[in-house]
């Protein structure tokens, strides 16, 4: 019988690339890093451009090329039409609307979507990671582990900028898992809607015991966290604080 061949490693996916660029490297130029942003604050983008396009290539890695920012994807895919091919790299703040939209968008076409924010809640990370994006850096986090984790996630691989980052995307002690029913819930409720009519605005239409069994599961589950979470008002109240709602403009009514 003949032997079984060696068994591949997690990564292996990632070895073809990365055994090119250390075999090529030593010949040509690789490619540029194509890189882009999409963010509402132009100022720390041009900054972090800057830090970027200075940083001198690895051994074996390319050196950064800065294609251009906008304020949304949408905006985004206006640029990305006058332009030759698509970036590589695309770091995008989770503040609008259709930032979820827009990184499962590019993520499906290849491109890296590297979260940069300065959001410490953990549901939009998260829903940012599910949506495909690859890395995350915190602004707050030095300037060095920028450059780390784009060239990272240029290669395919995922990064994170520090261990809080990594906590806000991974940890399970943070926050519960909520259901989109019991997320339906609340936002009602943060809405200014009456506990008991909120059973008849769900689809299909629920008695308020039910509703009631809701709110008592979603507090119980904060609660196996270590977290003062005992009336539906503390509920919204948590979940507005994980993230899993979006501050009203105004302020909500008692629940």
């Given at each position: 019988m003949?032997?079984k ?161 990594y ?36 689809e ?22 270590g977290r003062?979470?005992?009336?539906s008002?503390?509920?919204?109240r ?18």
């Amino acid at each position: 019988m003949s032997p079984k061949p060696p068994r591949r490693p997690v990564c292996a996916r990632y070895e073809p690339c990365m055994a090119r660029s250390a075999t090529s490297s030593s010949r040509l130029p690789l490619p540029a890093i194509r890189v882009a942003a999409v963010d509402g604050h132009p100022i720390v983008v041009q900054g972090i451009a800057a830090i970027l396009t200075a940083a001198p290539p690895e051994d074996g890695s390319a050196r950064f090329d800065w294609i251009g920012q906008t304020r949304s994807f949408a905006e985004l895919r206006g640029l990305l039409e006058d332009l030759d091919g698509l970036p590589d790299v695309v770091l995008c703040e989770l503040r609008g609307d259709d930032a979820v939209e827009g990184i499962d968008w590019l993520s499906s076409r290849g491109v890296a979507v590297v979260v940069f924010t300065d959001e410490l809640r953990p549901i939009p990370i998260r829903r940012a990671i599910d949506a495909g994006a690859r890395g995350v850096i915190l602004k707050s986090d030095p300037v060095a582990k920028i450059v780390e984790v784009v060239r990272t996630a240029s290669r395919g691989m995922a990064a994170v900028s520090s261990d809080l980052a990594y906590r806000l995307a991974t940890s399970e002690s943070l926050v519960p898992r909520l259901s989109p029913r019991e997320i339906q819930v609340l936002q009602l409720l943060l809405d200014g809607v009456p506990r008991k009519t909120v059973g008849s605005r769900l689809e299909p239409p629920v008695q308020l015991a039910t509703v009631v069994t809701y709110i008592n599961r979603i507090c119980r589950r904060y609660q196996d966290l270590g977290r003062p979470v005992h009336t539906s008002a503390d509920a919204v109240r948590a979940a507005l604080e994980d993230g899993y709602l979006e501050p009203p403009r105004r302020g909500f009514a008692a629940v």
